[in-house]
Nanobody, 122 residues
Framework: QLQASGGGLVQAGDSLRLSCAASGRTFSRHHMGWFRQAPGKERGFVAAIHMSGVRKDYADSVKGRFIVSRDNVKNTLYLQMNSLEPEDTAVYSC?????????????????WGQGTLVTVSS
């Protein structure tokens, strides 16, 4: 089970860190991902991290601004979001990669957690 938290209302240029707490004992064996869904748009890929925490993948729209990380002892996934823009406004969700590293499509992820809303004002 996954539970995202840390969302809120911020101004453009601010930073925010999201967390995704995982229950169970297999967190360290799974690649993880962050997705977001803006109002009126489909859910889309944001970032992914290898089970080891070494390899990372980012959508072009967030590359250089967002940092994905994980703590396999705390069973927690993180998304550090810097230089936030109004276009980053969305509900952010975490999920488990169930199809193998390198995939970004929704079909490659499962066990979706409840999302957290991030609102960036201009």
């Amino acid at each position: 089970q996954l539970q995202a938290s840390g969302g809120g209302l911020v101004q453009a240029g601010d930073s925010l860190r999201l967390s995704c707490a995982a229950s169970g004992r297999t967190f360290s064996r799974h690649h993880m991902g962050w997705f977001r869904q803006a109002p009126g748009k489909e859910r889309g890929f944001v970032a992914a991290i290898h089970m080891s925490g070494v390899r990372k993948d980012y959508a072009d729209s967030v590359k250089g601004r967002f940092i994905v990380s994980r703590d396999n002892v705390k069973n927690t996934l993180y998304l550090q979001m810097n230089s936030l823009e109004p276009e980053d406004t969305a509900v952010y969700s975490c999920a488990v990669n169930v199809r193998g590293w390198g995939r970004r499509g929704l079909e490659a992820f499962g066990y979706w957690g409840q999302g957290t809303l991030v609102t960036v004002s201009s």
